[in-house]
């Protein structure tokens, strides 16, 4: 059959409601990882640790997102796939709305600090294998660059505000509460957005229809 083209690919993924749920999901990853990214430091120094507890919080969110990644991966990639990614990424995302909540009731201390740090970088980028799997599952190879380029636009737009709005945040409450909250929220609804995901969709099935 003709190849589709990559503006009619990018109409066609637009129209597709799973898709835009997906993009949805991303864009609160984005706010996740760059609040605690670029804050992370300065909820240390709100909590009143010693300045190296930011350097050993921010260590151990990057040694547990090498983790969280590599796990999600194998557990996508295994035998075809032993979980549905779009579950996965259910689970992935109700877990930092758990973690967050536990950590805003829980004592400061630097233990809860690091321990905060390292459930958080077991989820940091676990999301991106199965985001991008199911952009791939949805679409085929053919446009998965620039389809999934288009996911992590919504993933950035939600970076800069975590960003922006942490320090807005501080700056007019001199606390993270806010944020905090925001996290949680923004979490609980990133789970639910993916439970209606379409994941069950064979690419031959379209391939056969353009034969």
Not at 12 to 23: C, I, K
Not at 88 to 95: E, Q
Not at 109 to 116: E, G
Not at 131 to 141: D, E, H, I
């Amino acid at each position: 059959g003709t190849a589709e083209g990559t503006g009619a690919a990018v109409r066609r993924a637009l129209a597709d409601r799973s898709y835009r749920l997906l993009a949805a999901g991303f864009f609160v990853c984005g706010f996740h990882v760059a609040f605690l990214a670029t804050h992370l430091p300065g909820v240390v120094a709100s909590c009143s640790l010693p300045p190296e507890v930011g350097a050993w919080s921010l260590a151990m969110v990057g040694l547990f997102n090498i983790v969280g990644s590599f796990g999600i991966g194998w557990a996508i990639g295994h035998r075809n796939g032993r979980w549905p990614m779009k579950r996965l990424l259910t689970l992935i995302y109700a877990s930092r709305a758990l973690a967050v909540l536990l950590f805003v009731l829980a004592p400061k201390s630097t233990a809860v600090m690091l321990a905060f740090a390292a459930v958080m970088g077991l989820t940091f980028l676990s999301t991106v294998p199965p985001t991008a799997g199911l952009v791939a599952r949805f679409f085929g190879p053919a446009h998965m660059g620039t389809l999934f380029g288009l996911v992590m636009v919504t993933h950035q737009v939600g970076g800069f505000l975590g960003a922006y709005l942490g320090g807005k945040a501080f700056e007019l409450t001199g606390r993270y509460d806010w944020m905090w909250w925001a996290d949680i929220v923004l979490a609980v609804a990133a789970a639910l957005l993916h439970w209606p995901i379409r994941e069950a969709r064979p690419i031959e099935t379209a391939a056969a229809r353009a034969a």
